[in-house]
């Protein structure tokens, strides 16, 4: 079988995985088949805030596939999650069609609001789920392609290459801050009513993201794997550990880091398109640079160039935050900024890196 | 050009586009039994030259041994001649079509010319197999490296090869692990992979054993004639085994060549025992 051989050799994805499995199954059926006065009923809310987990935990697949395996520390792929959720927003607001506030059949409130007569060229087609879908990865990789080719083929990389991820995540975002960009300035995109004709308060339509945005989570590992698996992921540990050696041997790399980024690019898109629906709301902020950092920090936490170790890290901090801002919303930056501090000296390979050296221990005992 | 020839152009289904042509480097051309000219090459570094109007000529199938004091600027002329340094002035070229200084890295390794490094650079945490097949010749273009399988005649050179450079033990061994002799032999194993045409070996011997000096000797003999070899040392002893009687030795001294010809007509050459007497 493809799919099992993928995972042949790679233990972590293997529990990963099952474990994801589990929880996709079992979560629905706690949903929908335990009655809500049972202390195992997952509530519907649950069940949301944990399809946008994993969403997350693709984005973050996503940056370990370049940051793990290529070495390119970027710190804008929040730009690519968020341009896959306008992507998503935009064709769900056309799906509100005349049921908004003013009752447009063409227009958004927004741009009724701001007294505009037509819908702009580039919101044409989002109408259609198809389009959209196709949008979706298309824009991030575009993006992607041309801001990879720019960087890479004049070599610029390390800390510059880090610093320029940051400036086109922030200069998107003060783009898409003004009301004339059409993308309803810093209000963003909301009020979403359906999906496919499928009404997003329904709790079949939220269970249905929630398995979808694992189903996403689990391909897109996969995808990530088979790359890895195949000599093109060990030609990206080669420019990773010693970029001029390899480009002697006759690889360009300029070339590799290029489809790799654009790659992850449209992974961090198909996250953040997933996302959007489960959060009802797309705004500016998505695009800002600290986003970025964070998403970083996840990968680092779980454990760098081993693919679950992001999926962990993402879903440990994720929750982390949902507690800190919940209970203590002051103290949620310093949380952070802590839990970094200490996994950077204390478990330099991330939570999965200290439970490998846990397990070598035994077996060494044994 | 008018607008109807440009519309015939495009109805013409047998009209190709130069911009569709796919860039190729010329074929190799030796047919005047030199592979490598380098010409009135010049490189400063903040003032400091460090080649100085050099000239060398290697023929195919020459194994030819340049020695040198540190500093000489050994090092820096295979910067030039793999791309990694572009000259101030001159000219190198590899046959009498392809203009090196034209390529950038990859062309030139994909154009025949291989290169191991003075100090050992092979990929640490890829294993001796995982960098002998990086290493191999093969198409070296993102889709293909993504789909790439051995072949049979693939794995068997690879088998070949790590028998050859004695490290079938450790093929499944991360090459970082490896001892400094054994990571040397490892880069000699790479280069043989990628089946160029000029091998340029920059002090290969540094950190070996004798016997492990005179393996290495045997092996590099044994090569020329397939490839062109240019050895770098300044390890004079090794390089006397090397070059034997009536092989061609350069002297390369402050960035320009010193003397050159036999190794016993160089080592009488008054320039040179002086350079290395005064060192
Ligand atoms: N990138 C560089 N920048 C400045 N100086 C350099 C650079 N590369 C080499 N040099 C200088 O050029 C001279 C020749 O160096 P090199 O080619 O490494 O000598 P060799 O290999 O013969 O020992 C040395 O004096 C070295 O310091
Ligand atoms: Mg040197």
């Known amino acids: 079988m493809g799919l099992l051989n993928i995972l042949k050799n790679d233990r972590g994805g293997q529990i990963m995985l099952g474990v994801l499995l589990v929880i996709t199954i079992l979560v629905p059926l706690l949903n929908l088949l335990v009655p809500e006065s049972n202390p195992l009923h997952v509530p519907t809310y649950t069940v949301t805030l944990m399809g946008k987990y994993l969403t997350l935990a693709l984005l973050a697949v996503a940056v370990d596939l ?119 300035g810093n209000n963003g995109l909301t009020d979403f009513k359906d ?63 290029l489809w790799i980024f654009v790659i992850s690019a449209m992974l961090a898109g198909i996250a953040g398109a997933l996302y959007v629906p489960q959060v009802g709301i797309i705004n500016p902020n998505e695009f800002s640079p600290i986003n970025s950092i964070e998403i970083v920090v996840w990968v680092a936490v779980g454990g760098r160039a081993t693919l679950y170790g992001a999926v962990i890290g993402a879903l440990l901090i994720n929750y982390a935050k949902t507690y800190f801002t919940a209970e203590l919303p002051e103290i949620w930056l310093f949380a952070l900024g802590g839990i970094f501090v200490l996994v950077t000296l204390l478990l330099p390979k991330g939570v999965t890196g200290f439970i490998d050296k846990l397990q070598q221990r035994k077996e060494a005992q044994a | 050009m008018s607008i109807i020839t440009a519309l015939e152009h ?50 195919d199938g020459e194994l030819r041994c340049i020695i040198g004091p540190n500093g000489a600027g050994k090092t820096t002329m295979m910067d030039i001649i793999t791309g990694k340094t572009r000259p101030d002035c001159g000219s190198a070229w590899f046959g009498q ?43 070296r273009d993102v889709w293909s490296i993504f789909n790439a399988r051995l072949n049979s005649e693939q794995s068997s050179m690879l088998l070949e090869t ?85 092989r061609t030795v350069t002297v390369l001294h402050q960035g320009s060549v010193l003397s050159e010809g036999r190794m016993s007509k160089v080592q009488q050459d008054p320039k040179v025992v002086e350079v290395y007497l005064g060192e």
Not at chain 1, 111 to 140: R, T
Not at chain 2, 98 to 117: H, N, S, T, V, W
Not at chain 2, 186 to 200: C, N, S
Request: net charge negative; aromatic share 12%.
């Open chain 2, 162 to 246: 790590i028998e050859l450079i004695g490290l079938q033990e450790n093929a499944k061994m991360p090459a970082g692990r490896l001892s400094h002799g054994q990571k040397q032999w490892l880069e000699i194993g790479m280069l043989l992979m990628q089946k160029p045409r000029l091998l340029l070996v920059d002090e290969p011997v540094a950190g070996m054993t004798h016997q492990e000096m005179d393996r290495t000797a045997e092996l590099l003999i044994s090569l020329a004639g397939r490839h062109s070899v240019v050895v770098v040392e300044h390890d004079m002893d090794f390089v006397r085994n090397l070059a034997g009687d009536d």
């Open chain 2, 10 to 59: 495009v109805v013409d289904r047998e009209h190709v586009y130069p911009f569709l042509v796919p860039k190729q480097a010329p074929t190799l051309d030796v047919s005047h039994k030199v592979l490598l000219y380098l010409e009135g090459i010049s490189v400063s570094f903040d003032g400091f030259k460090a080649i100085n109007d050099l000239n060398l000529y290697i023929n």
């Open chain 1, 195 to 257: 999906l496919l004709g499928f009404s997003l308060q329904e709790d079949s339509t939220r269970i249905t993201l929630f398995v979808l945005s694992a189903v996403a989570l689990a391909a897109g590992y996969l995808l990530c794997r088979h790359i890895m698996n195949s000599r093109l992921g060990r030609v990206c540990i080669a420019v990773r550990d010693s970029e001029s050696r390899a480009r002697f041997m006759g690889y360009r790399v300029e070339n590799v880091k």
């Open chain 2, 97 to 139: 079509t392809i203009d090196l200084l034209a390529m950038d890295e990859p062309a030139i390794a994909q154009a025949g010319i291989g290169r191991k490094f003075q100090k050992p650079t092979v990929f640490e945490e890829l294993s001796v197999w995982e960098n002998l097949e990086l290493a191999m010749a093969d198409d």
């Open chain 1, 66 to 184: 370049v940051w793990g395996y290529l070495g390119i520390l970027t710190l804008g792929h929040g730009a690519f999650f968020a341009l896959g959720g306008y992507a998503m927003g935009m064709y769900l607001m056309r799906q509100i069609g005349d049921r908004g506030v003013y009752g447009n059949p063409e227009l958004p409130d927004f741009m009724v609001f701001l007294n505009w007569q037509e819908l702009p060229w580039f919101w044409q087609g989002f109408d259609q789920f198809w389009f959209a879908a196709i949008m979706i990865m298309l824009v991030p990789g575009v993006l992607a392609f041309v801001f990879g080719w720019l960087a890479f083929r004049s070599r610029v990389s390390g800390v510059y290459l880090s610093i320029i991820t940051q400036a086109m995540t922030y200069a998107l975002m003060l783009a898409f801050y003004r009301n004339e960009m059409g993308f309803g």
